[in-house]
């Protein structure tokens, strides 16, 4: 009998000229986020046409358990232009996860009182994924405490920038 191989774990999307189509940056400002899934969606072909265009909107996205499946809600994939036909812009839509990995996500939305949210939604290997991640709300203060510490790193970085190339370029009259 042959031998299994392992399976590797996928490369970063950033390789194989794999495309980030959307961000969904006030997640991590809002929730503080826990472990991440990929997963993949199922799609109409005019849904797939202008993500190809680069056009969703994942602020409002979320993760709903219904009946042992997963359902992505609130995406927002823009209707395509000039066509009699399409898709609904809003509609939820079903997301493929291995059955272990959204047994995880109901326990943690049930027990420990935490949410689903979409992060990232790109493609790879010709076919749309959605990262989705088990996030906890924060509190205002924390909100607050992650502007300053984003503050503080914009300074670092600017006073670095500066300081140490002026100051080994010193005039060289003073040499």
């Known amino acids: 009998m042959g031998k299994r191989k392992k399976k590797e774990a996928p490369p970063p999307v950033e390789q194989f000229g794999d495309r980030l189509i959307s ?8 929730y503080e986020l826990g472990e991440r899934f990929e997963a993949g969606m199922v ?3 005019s849904e797939v046409k202008v993500l190809r265009d680069r056009a969703a909107d994942l602020a409002d996205a979320y993760v709903v358990i219904e009946n042992d499946e997963a359902w992505l809600n609130g995406m927002n994939i823009p209707e395509l232009q000039g066509t009699h036909y399409g898709h609904i ?3 939820k839509r079903k997301l493929l996860l291995h ?4 047994e995880q996500i109901k326990r943690a939305v049930e027990r420990e009182g935490m949410t689903c949210v979409a992060t990232r939604l790109y493609f790879r290997g010709g076919r749309a994924k959605v990262e989705v991640a088990l996030a906890r709300g924060k509190k205002h203060h ?4 992650s502007l300053k510490a984003r503050q503080a790193d914009r300074e670092a970085e600017a006073a670095m920038k500066h300081c140490p190339s002026r100051a080994l370029e010193a005039d060289p009259r003073e040499r």
């Open 89 to 91: 812009s809003k509609r």
């Open 142 to 145: 924390d909100k607050r405490h």
């Open 43 to 45: 799609l109409t072909g």
């Open 23 to 30: 961000r969904n940056k006030r997640a991590s400002f809002d």
């Open 99 to 102: 059955r272990r990995q959204i």
